[in-house]
């Protein structure tokens, strides 16, 4: 059984929305920090955005103002709103959780922008 289950992605033009959605089975005990990473091909993975548990949130300066990262505690999901989305946006997603001991990461799912 996967620990994380992700749905989301695909093609859009630019200027276009997305949203992703990412939920932890119940095998994750106890979940501190949700959080989405990115990888373009040839890249390194790098952090999009992330929330706490007090519901602080970071992101990264490319995405700041254009998406929204939120969970939703009983169903034990992350979801990322993507908006005025960029080509340099293209890349696979993966979200991540961090229970305190462990780190789980999602399969990951792409995003392309693209006309």
């Known amino acids: 059984q996967a620990h994380l289950v992700q749905s989301g992605g695909g093609l859009v033009q630019p200027g276009g929305s997305l949203r992703l959605s990412c939920t932890a089975s119940r095998s994750i005990f106890s979940i501190y920090t949700m959080g989405w990473y990115r990888q373009a091909p040839g890249q390194e993975r790098e952090l999009v955005a992330s929330v706490n548990t007090d519901d602080s949130t970071t992101y990264s300066a490319s995405v700041k103002g254009r998406f929204t990262i939120s969970r939703n505690y009983p169903e034990r999901t992350v979801y990322l709103q993507m908006n005025n989305l960029k080509a340099e946006d293209t890349a696979v997603y993966f979200c991540?959780?961090?229970?305190?001991?462990?780190?789980?990461w999602g399969q990951g799912a792409q995003v392309t922008v693209a006309k």
């Open positions: 991540k959780v961090a229970d305190g001991e462990h780190i789980y």
